[in-house]
């Protein structure tokens, strides 16, 4: 069935280090790719999306990179600061319809001041 | 952007009773809703999607009896928990897509402990 796997499963950075969370999908359908930071307790937060037909997207220190070929994305993070402190997900979209979403395991990011 | 609220924000209730989360799209038409479970320190699983006026599709190993959802309005999804057991306790969150992007709107979550 479809699948997205994340990695790592826990991130501890200095801050203003740079971050990395990658992902892979298994459906070749999926056209699109939402990153969410989620603080505890509290809703999933869109962070920046990446659609199929673009191989990269900025948004400040926030910027991810998409390899249809390979059906692998990532997250880059740069400056990080200790508010960045968070679970990350990452999903892609399912070929089942109805814009549904398919979650990676999620990512804890620390940043150590 | 669109917003999504959810009530109650928590909830505590006895084994063996029912609980009804409400999920309302404030300033758009929600045609369908998404319904997720998580728990500590795990992903978002999808439970169902529902759909206004039909009824709502369940993921695989989700019992429909257990979990019954109604969307009988555009702005309004409804999950109801029968029969709740300890081991359902979890925090629920309900999330709609936008009238003409994909990207999803969730709703603040309703974290459901049942002693």
């Known amino acids: 069935g479809e699948n997205v796997e994340q990695h790592p499963s826990t991130l501890s950075v200095q801050e203003g280090d740079s971050a990395v969370i990658k992902c892979t999908y298994s459906?070749?359908?999926?056209?699109?790719f939402p990153w969410y930071k989620q603080e505890l307790g509290k809703r999933p937060q869109l962070i920046i999306d990446?659609?199929?037909?673009?191989g990269e997207k900025k948004d400040q220190r926030i910027a991810v990179t998409l390899n249809k070929t390979a059906k692998h994305f990532s997250l880059h993070i740069t400056e990080t600061q200790p508010e960045d402190s968070a679970v990350y997900f990452c999903?892609?979209?399912?070929?089942?319809?109805?814009?549904?979403?398919?979650f990676g395991a999620g990512t804890r990011l620390a940043v150590h001041p | 952007g669109a917003v999504v609220s959810q009530h109650p924000s928590w909830v505590i209730c006895k084994s063996g009773t029912s609980v009804k989360i409400e999920c309302r799209s404030l300033?758009?038409?929600?045609?369908?809703m998404f319904w997720y479970r998580q728990f500590p320190k795990q992903s978002l699983m999808l439970m169902a999607t529902?759909?206004?006026?039909?009824?709502?599709?369940?993921e695989q190993g989700v019992e429909k009896d257990k979990f019954l959802i109604n969307h009988a309005s555009l702005t309004l999804s409804t999950l109801t928990v029968t029969s709740a057991h300890p081991e359902d306790s979890s925090f629920y969150i309900c999330?709609?897509?936008?009238?003409?992007?994909?990207?999803?709107?969730f709703g603040p979550g309703t974290r459901l402990t049942v002693l």
């Open positions: 999903a892609a979209s399912s070929s089942g319809g109805y814009n549904k979403l398919i």
């Open positions: 459906d070749s359908a999926s056209n699109y």
């Open positions: 990446i659609r199929s037909n673009v």
């Open positions: 300033d758009f038409q929600a045609t369908t």
């Open positions: 529902s759909n206004e006026g039909s009824k709502a599709t369940y």
């Open positions: 999330s709609s897509p936008g009238q003409i992007t994909d990207t999803q709107y």
